[in-house]
């Protein structure tokens, strides 16, 4: 339970990402944060005093994010998470080691190498795509734009939370989940 992980939210219920649950505790203890969700009735015994568990805690500062920070490393295996390890053109689920990263608009189009632009792709659709847009290969993305624009720290918070229920309102997991339900029909 002390190595589980805690969603942490800026004072504007911002998420900002995850912290270990003894950090958190810590936090806590010092007046930084505040706790909004416990981990179900999980608790943490000390020789005087009981404390449960925080699932979901929020700053009681605000902090300042850059908007256009960079993304954090493992660019390639965020972005497989965010298509759910599916190619975007076929919609076959492959492994990692199947898969191959395609730029919607190709370098050679002048297509940056952004997570706005690179997909999964399963190596027979990448090459039959070649150099070109989904549009002039007529093949057609199964993921909408909206949720290719998700920033892929977002994308993995998600991921997570598939486990943890409790902190799918504060990811807005409802309007993602309508709107791959509509892709998918």
Partial sequence: MITGRVLLLNFSYEPLGTIGVARSICMWFSGKLTVEENDGENVLHSPSTT?????VVRL??????????????????????RDRYRCQYCGEHKHAKDLTLDHILPRAQGGESTPHNLVSACVKCNQRKGNR?????????????????LGLDHVLLCHYAESRPEWKKYLFMDDLADEEVRIAA
């Fill in 60 to 81: 009681r500062n605000y902090v300042h994010v850059k908007r256009r920070r960079q993304e954090t490393t493992m660019k390639r295996a965020r972005i497989y998470i």
């Fill in 51 to 55: 404390i449960p568990v925080p699932s």
């Fill in 133 to 149: 847009t989904p549009e002039q290969a007529r093949m057609p993305l199964l993921t909408s734009q909206k949720l290719l624009r």
